[in-house]
């Protein structure tokens, strides 16, 4: 299945039907009145989040949906059928966006939430509505009313609990494939990882969802690289993971040049919790590992983890660690919470 996390959308609703002009025509009735129908509201376009869904491709072969127009008012007082509406289903994490890509009109985070995008107009009212004690035989009747229109543009963000980030080569797939069933691409050179990829972790009884984005490289927010764009998909996670790679000449600085590029991607990314951990220790000798250790430490202001993806060395310690971090983080936000005022009569 192909990955695409961004799509643009033209959506139409459905216009309402035409209310009816209708008079009751029988033998011996000479005076019948008024008996035209209302006409039928045009459909809604909505959007559903629905699970199962991890890919907007759906949406790059048809970018238009409209939904049908109602019926109009027939004689008899025969009311015009409602236009069917028409339903976008979309990944849970989907944000919805006008057409200039700013204004949010909906964020469906959790799977079957619901949002009208476009509203169907009203169908309009036959003669038979506007008979009055004064006015017995009506000649006019409303037209319905018609639809919006307007382009959307769809942004998925993936939902996970915690997120690994780094540069290209890191090992991050490497880490992923170690602690869950996923599987991705792995290889010895860079951009190995084009599109985001998740898995279950499991630590004894409980288990968490870890996100793996392709690597940033310096100057990512300037379009560097594959850019910092699929840095969104860590936006919701509790807590990062920042695989430094033990090999790179200067551990500090290749932490400094991600965390340069979390500042400058902004959305909070910089502000959230992180584990530091050095990679590939299987690769190092005693002496590269501790003048690296070193170096990490200086720079990211606390003590890194040591671990090897690659032979499981360290993966243990560093699953617990998020784990344990990510219910520190669920801790204080229940704090940050404001509590209800208690119901008084």
Known sequence: MKFLDEAKVYIRSGNGGNG?????????????????????????????????????????????????????????????????????KVPVGTQIYEEDGETLLADLDTAGDRVVLAKGGNGGFGNAHFKSSTNRAPRHANPGQPGEERTIRLRMKLIADAGVVGLPNAGKSTFLAAASAARPKIADYPFTTLYPQLGVVEVGDRSFVLADIPGLIEGAHEGAGLGDRFLGHIERCRVLLHLVDGTSEHAGETYKTVRAELDAYGEGLADKPEIVALNKADALTPDELKQQLARLKRAAKKTPLVLSAATGQGLPEALRALLKMMGTERASARGRSKPEAAWQP
Not at 52 to 61: S, V
Not at 64 to 76: I, L, P
């Open 20 to 88: 009816c002009v209708s008079f009751r025509r029988e033998k011996y009735i000479e005076f019948g009145g008024p008996n035209g129908g209302d006409g039928g509201n045009g459909g809604d376009v909505i959007a559903d989040a629905v699970e199962g869904l991890n890919t907007l491709i759906d949406y790059r072969y048809q970018q238009h949906f409209k939904a049908k127009n109602g019926v109009g008012g027939m004689g008899k007082d025969r009311h015009g059928a409602n236009g069917a509406d028409i339903v976008l």
